[in-house]
Protein backbone atom coordinates (compact mmCIF):
# COMPACT_ATOMS: atom_id res chain seq x y z
CA UNK A 1 0.00 0.00 0.00
CA UNK A 2 1.28 3.23 -0.59
CA UNK A 3 2.17 5.25 2.03
CA UNK A 4 -0.19 8.27 1.26
CA UNK A 5 -2.92 5.46 1.61
CA UNK A 6 -1.62 4.41 4.50
CA UNK A 7 -1.46 8.03 5.97
CA UNK A 8 -5.08 8.63 5.07
CA UNK A 9 -6.75 4.97 6.34
CA UNK A 10 -4.96 6.04 9.87
CA UNK A 11 -6.46 9.19 10.11
CA UNK A 12 -9.66 7.83 8.79
CA UNK A 13 -9.23 5.39 11.96
CA UNK A 14 -8.18 7.83 14.29
CA UNK A 15 -11.12 9.82 13.10
CA UNK A 16 -13.57 6.91 14.29
CA UNK A 17 -11.60 5.59 17.29
CA UNK A 18 -13.42 7.35 19.75
CA UNK A 19 -16.65 6.18 17.96
CA UNK A 20 -15.97 2.45 18.07
CA UNK A 21 -18.43 1.49 20.72
CA UNK A 22 -21.17 3.31 18.54
CA UNK A 23 -19.93 2.13 15.24
CA UNK A 24 -22.49 -0.37 13.05
CA UNK A 25 -21.60 -2.74 10.36
CA UNK A 26 -23.66 -2.81 7.14
CA UNK A 27 -21.89 -4.48 5.00
CA UNK A 28 -19.45 -7.40 4.06
CA UNK A 29 -17.96 -9.00 1.42
CA UNK A 30 -15.64 -11.71 0.29
CA UNK A 31 -14.37 -9.44 -1.89
CA UNK A 32 -11.95 -6.40 -0.83
CA UNK A 33 -12.29 -4.42 -4.08
CA UNK A 34 -16.33 -4.91 -3.94
CA UNK A 35 -15.59 -3.71 0.00
CA UNK A 36 -13.34 -0.97 -0.57
CA UNK A 37 -15.74 0.45 -3.69
CA UNK A 38 -18.83 0.18 -1.15
CA UNK A 39 -16.91 2.26 1.66
CA UNK A 40 -16.33 5.00 -1.32
CA UNK A 41 -19.86 4.89 -2.19
CA UNK A 42 -20.80 5.89 1.29
CA UNK A 43 -18.39 8.27 1.73
CA UNK A 44 -19.19 10.21 -1.84
CA UNK A 45 -22.56 10.44 -0.28
CA UNK A 46 -21.49 12.29 2.96
CA UNK A 47 -21.26 9.03 5.54
CA UNK A 48 -17.79 8.80 6.97
CA UNK A 49 -16.74 4.67 6.78
CA UNK A 50 -14.71 2.14 7.98
CA UNK A 51 -13.15 -0.43 6.20
CA UNK A 52 -11.79 -3.47 8.02
CA UNK A 53 -11.46 -7.56 7.63
CA UNK A 54 -9.15 -10.22 8.46
CA UNK A 55 -6.58 -9.32 6.02
CA UNK A 56 -5.20 -5.98 6.22
CA UNK A 57 -2.76 -4.26 3.88
CA UNK A 58 -2.43 -4.17 0.37
CA UNK A 59 -3.10 -7.89 -0.11
CA UNK A 60 -6.23 -8.31 1.84
CA UNK A 61 -7.64 -12.03 2.09
CA UNK A 62 -11.13 -13.07 3.61
CA UNK A 63 -14.00 -11.20 4.72
CA UNK A 64 -14.17 -7.36 4.31
CA UNK A 65 -16.28 -4.97 6.62
CA UNK A 66 -17.46 -1.66 5.92
CA UNK A 67 -18.71 -0.10 9.21
CA UNK A 68 -20.53 3.20 9.78
CA UNK A 69 -21.13 5.20 12.86
CA UNK A 70 -25.04 4.11 14.13
CA UNK A 71 -26.56 7.22 13.95
CA UNK A 72 -25.53 6.64 10.05
CA UNK A 73 -26.81 3.02 10.13
CA UNK A 74 -30.17 3.39 8.19
CA UNK A 75 -29.09 5.65 5.48
CA UNK A 76 -25.80 3.52 5.29
CA UNK A 77 -27.93 0.37 4.72
CA UNK A 78 -29.78 2.69 2.02
CA UNK A 79 -27.15 3.22 0.12
CA UNK A 80 -25.87 -0.21 0.19
CA UNK A 81 -29.53 -1.58 -0.66
CA UNK A 82 -29.80 0.95 -3.59
CA UNK A 83 -25.69 -0.47 -4.65
CA UNK A 84 -26.75 -4.08 -4.39
CA UNK A 85 -30.13 -3.41 -6.53
CA UNK A 86 -28.11 -1.93 -9.63
CA UNK A 87 -29.68 1.62 -8.79
CA UNK A 88 -26.33 3.34 -9.30
CA UNK A 89 -25.55 1.16 -12.00
CA UNK A 90 -24.66 3.54 -15.37
CA UNK A 91 -26.61 3.16 -18.56
CA UNK A 92 -24.43 1.26 -21.22
CA UNK A 93 -24.09 4.52 -23.00
CA UNK A 94 -23.77 7.26 -20.57
CA UNK A 95 -21.36 10.15 -20.62
CA UNK A 96 -18.49 9.61 -18.06
CA UNK A 97 -16.76 12.62 -19.05
CA UNK A 98 -16.13 15.32 -15.74
CA UNK A 99 -18.68 17.86 -17.51
CA UNK A 100 -19.38 19.12 -21.10
CA UNK A 101 -15.93 20.69 -22.12
CA UNK A 102 -13.96 17.67 -20.31
CA UNK A 103 -12.50 14.42 -21.50
CA UNK A 104 -13.97 11.21 -21.44
CA UNK A 105 -12.19 9.92 -18.31
CA UNK A 106 -12.19 5.79 -19.30
CA UNK A 107 -8.74 5.49 -21.06
CA UNK A 108 -8.43 4.89 -25.03
CA UNK A 109 -7.93 1.17 -25.93
CA UNK A 110 -7.74 -1.00 -29.20
CA UNK A 111 -10.78 -1.11 -29.05
CA UNK A 112 -12.41 2.22 -28.45
CA UNK A 113 -13.58 4.07 -31.80
CA UNK A 114 -10.99 7.26 -32.25
Known sequence: MPV???????????SMAPMTDRLTRVYASTDA???????????????????NGEGDGPYRVGPVYVWVRAEHEAAAREIVAAVESGRYALESDADVGLGDDAEPRLPRTRSTPL
Open 4 to 14: ADESLEMRRRA
Open 33 to 51: VAGTMMRGRLEAEGIEAMI
